[in-house]
């Protein structure tokens, strides 16, 4: 069992700043990739920012130059910095794992966290 645990969502104003934390636990013995996915209602969901075990990172056009990805591999944890925060990235938005190896030699190619509310008031 590979478990992802979001925290960090809430209500902001435009302008504000949140910061979204990702923690998967169980038996993992590395994770190549983890990224931030956001879904509006009605949209489908879509890739925020990414980052490999290494240091490559990818964004978003609509969020570079405001958001910020990284990562604490020892504790297999994913942030999202979210800067300059605009009503239109209101969205739920969920924590994704790639390629997690576990103890048990097993790999888990799509793990996904329950995800947590952004919102951004106008």
């Known amino acids: 069992q590979v478990q992802l645990v979001e925290s960090g969502g809430g209500l902001v104003q435009p302008g504000g700043s949140l910061r979204l934390s990702c923690a998967a636990s169980g038996s993992i013995v590395s994770i190549y990739a983890m990224g931030w996915y956001r879904q509006a209602p009605g949209k489908e969901r879509e890739l925020v920012a990414g980052?490999?075990?290494?240091?490559?990172?990818n964004y978003a056009d609509s969020v570079k130059g405001r958001f910020t990805i990284s990562r604490d591999n020892a504790k297999n944890t994913v942030y999202l910095q979210m800067n300059s925060l605009k009503p239109e990235d209101t969205a739920v938005y969920y924590c994704?794992?790639?390629?997690?190896?576990?103890?048990?030699?097993?790999?888990?190619?799509?793990?996904w966290g329950q995800g947590t509310q952004v919102t951004v008031s106008s």
């Open positions: 994704n794992a790639d390629q997690v190896v576990t103890n048990w030699g097993t790999i888990v190619s799509d793990a």
């Open positions: 980052i490999t075990s290494g240091v490559s990172t």
